[in-house]
């Protein structure tokens, strides 16, 4: 083929769908009003392609580009392309928006009143343009700029009409989520509408006419369970309803859906947002795609090719996006996949999109196993054939999962003979998991796991633990580090990929760091790359891509400062600072002096928004007048650099706040719209959110002028316990 799905979107899909979108504006006869630009900014955000009235300024359509059908399905993607039209609200002449993979499109209308992205869809849903296996590439772009063409006419003339089809199946789900018996049966109704399109659409005719049966969800559900599905039509009197009131027209909706869209995934995360709607800090949240298929190229270089017995496994699989997007990469047959989650609601979306990846051929005896089973239930028996085990663990706080870690450390004290790594401090739950995994799976399978960055990294006891579990529990082979951008929206932590073989630590450790956002890479030319040789420095492997090799003993002796040598920037500062500054004279190291230093705690507590008084703009205006002594404050919590005289932030002393005025404060910030944050917190009162502020005020320091200000005069205008606590620290003798 001319273009496949793992080629760059940039330099690959990008110039065809400019091509295209400039000859569309031809074919109309609008290329002297109108132009198409390419990556435009919107505030931060960059958009792939615009259609600008030369005259105005103002855009008539934002085009996003992705590589795969499944991309354009991604709610993700379909809210990151319905975000930039939000951003443009001034600059737009009409808000339309396009996602497209090039050979399908979705096309959408932004309006406030329908703020989910599915209320946006325009008829008839998803376009099917052409195939890059069917056509040339002068051939498919023909048939491309004349797509543009037609759709940009009815977008000109304002003729278009919102699709119903999701709005509808969603809005009628969420009200009966609620309740078990009828969010399975008709679920089990809808979903065979939906699969039954897609087999029309395969021409495999094995599924009736849902009408045949009237309303009968036995019968409806035993007709689909000849075929398979079984997670989602295992009828039982105790968890069905027998008979369903479902409309004709919703069933006809989702037919044709599922006629136009095989794969499932628009309607698995629609379903999935449903579900686990407020279990996000749980760890409910979808592997992002295009990071699914990287995690299975790299599991499949460690591994090597699969023989027709070998089994993958996802542990924690959810709706099956990781599973999902190493069919391909991995070349897996139904029969090789074992796919598992805790969420029971999750299974059905399992069942429908693991069964629809294999539509043509799957039956009873040919299928996926898809089971539901906690984790920490698992035996070894349940992965004596797993070759390659690929997961994203739930990401949850220490501090969230007390109780939840308890039944992990029962299940590893038994596997491990008493000898729990984990068992410290608020050890995280996925580093938790992660040693659950590595002594149920056989020693030297192959285990690609999606894992916080941040573990990597930081100094703390947890920290210092995990690393050594990833280097001896997991082998540690290979680790991915890439930008956080638009990955795993719904959690705090970055991520990367560690690949290793459970139990059988490798001598050396393949380093590779990505400039290039994920969804930019072209996964064909990184699967290349992983073969080429490495030495131990930081050297381009691809446009994009640095990599090194660094020995299983230098990870080791760096357990407790942290792996900076992942990071070749920091790799290049760390060197800077020992040429420039750690052998020069005029300084001197920190730890030749007496006392301790180390990182400020100031917020740690909690309300450090209140603390930090200028990351509010409304509470900061309101008081502005009645605060004559905020302090510098070094928040330090997203500048790359800082001027350290000025600091980054003002800081709330409530050492020199009338105890009136301090009280209106707390309570008009407790009073301020929510505030809208990706950790969980805890609620505080006003009172505790004072206590707060009158202790980290006593822990205010000096600048260094005043310090040697008052060690030469002995004159100052700091408090009491301020000028003790600068004594304790030998500020000044």
């Not at 040339?136 to 699709?163: H, Q």
């Not at 036995?218 to 309803?241: H, Q």
């Not at 409309?247 to 037919?255: G, V």
């Not at 072209?522 to 090194?548: C, I, K, W």
Request: aromatic fraction near 10%; include cysteine.
């Amino acid at each position: 083929m001319w273009i496949t799905y793992s080629d760059s979107e940039v330099a690959n899909f990008h110039p065809v769908c400019e091509t295209a979108l400039n000859r569309a504006l031809v074919l109309l006869g609008k290329n002297a009003q109108y132009r198409v630009l390419h990556h435009q900014y919107t505030g931060t955000l960059e958009m792939d392609f615009v259609i600008q009235n030369i005259v105005t300024g103002k855009y008539f359509c934002v085009i996003e580009v992705k590589r795969t059908p499944a991309d354009i399905h991604s709610a993700r993607y379909q809210y990151q392309a319905l975000s930039y039209v939000q951003m443009n609200a001034n600059t737009n002449e009409e808000p339309f928006y396009i996602l497209t993979n090039l050979e399908y499109a979705f096309s959408f209308r932004y309006d406030s009143t329908r703020p989910r992205v599915f209320q946006q869809m325009l008829k008839p849903g998803l376009f099917h343009i052409d195939d890059f296996s069917a056509s040339t590439e002068e051939s498919f772009t023909n048939n491309l700029s004349e797509f543009f063409s037609d759709l940009l006419a009815d977008f000109f003339n304002n003729k278009f009409e919102y699709s119903v089809t999701l709005e509808e199946f969603a809005t009628h789900m969420e009200q009966i989520k609620s309740n078990s018996k009828q969010w399975k049966s008709h679920l089990a109704v809808l979903l065979y509408e939906y699969i039954r399109g897609a087999f029309t659409f395969l021409h495999r005719n094995v599924l009736h006419d849902i009408r045949i049966f009237g309303n009968d969800v036995p019968k409806i559900c035993e007709e689909a369970a000849a075929v398979n599905f079984k997670d989602i039509f295992n009828y039982s009197e105790s968890e069905f309803e027998p008979q369903h009131n479902i409309t004709n027209s919703m069933l006809s909706n989702l037919y044709d859906l599922g006629n136009q869209n095989v794969s499932g995934d628009s309607l698995s995360a629609i379903l999935h947002q449903i579900v686990s709607f407020g279990h996000e800090h749980d760890g409910e949240v979808p592997t992002d795609l295009e990071l699914g298929r990287l995690v299975a190229v790299l599991a499949k270089h460690s591994c090597g090719e699969l023989s027709e017995t070998d089994l993958v496994c996802d542990p924690a699989a959810g709706s099956g996006n990781l599973i999902s997007s190493a069919i391909e990469i991995l070349h897996l047959t139904p029969k090789q996949i074992i796919a598992n989650d805790y969420n029971s609601k999750l299974l059905e979306l399992l069942s429908l999109r693991l069964g629809l990846n294999f539509a043509i051929t799957v039956n009873k005896q040919n299928s996926p196993a898809i089971y539901n089973y906690n984790v920490v239930d698992l035996t070894r028996d349940f992965f004596c054939d797993v070759k390659i085990l690929i997961m994203n663990p739930p990401f949850v706080a220490g501090i969230n999962c007390v109780t939840r870690k308890e039944e992990f450390y029962r299940a590893i004290k038994s596997l491990a003979h008493g000898d729990i790594k984990t068992n410290v401090g608020q050890m995280p739950l996925e580093a938790v998991f992660l040693e659950l995994i590595t002594l149920l799976v056989n020693p030297g399978t192959t285990i690609a796991c999606v894992f916080p960055k941040t573990h990597l990294l930081a100094r703390g006891t947890e920290a210092r633990i995990i690393r050594k579990l990833i280097i001896e529990n997991l082998g540690l082979n290979t680790i991915f580090t890439y930008p956080g951008t638009g990955i795993f929206d719904d959690v705090t932590k970055d991520t990367c990929v560690l690949v290793g073989k459970a139990l059988q630590p490798s001598e050396t450790i393949k380093i590779l760091s990505s400039y290039e956002n994920i969804p930019n890479l072209d996964s064909h030319r990184f699967e290349q790359m992983l073969n080429d040789e490495y030495s131990s420095v930081f050297a381009s492997q691809m446009p994009g891509v640095v990599g090194r090799i660094i020995s299983k003993s230098e990870f080791i002796d760096s357990i407790n400062d942290g792996w900076r040598a992942l990071n070749s920037e920091m790799v290049e500062a760390v060197t800077f600072v020992k040429e420039q500054f750690e052998n020069s004279k005029v300084f001197e190291r920190l730890d030749k002096f007496s006392f301790e230093i180390k990182r400020g705690g100031a917020g740690n507590s909690g309300g450090s928004d209140l603390m930090f008084i200028s990351s509010s703009c409304e509470l900061l205006e309101q008081y502005a007048t009645q605060l004559s002594n905020l302090k510098v404050g070094m928040r330090n919590a997203k500048l790359g650099t800082f001027c350290v005289g000025n600091g980054d932030s003002q800081f709330l002393d409530s050492s020199h706040i009338d105890a009136d005025l301090l009280e209106s404060i707390v309570v008009t910030y407790l009073n301020l719209p929510g505030r809208e944050s990706k950790q969980q917190r805890k609620d505080k009162t006003a009172e505790q959110l004072k206590q707060l502020l009158n202790r980290e005020a006593v822990f205010l320091v000096a600048s260094y002028i005043d310090c040697f200000q008052i060690s030469a005069t002995g004159k100052h205008t700091l408090s009491d316990n301020r000028v003790e606590n600068l004594r304790k620290c030998n500020f000044f003798t």
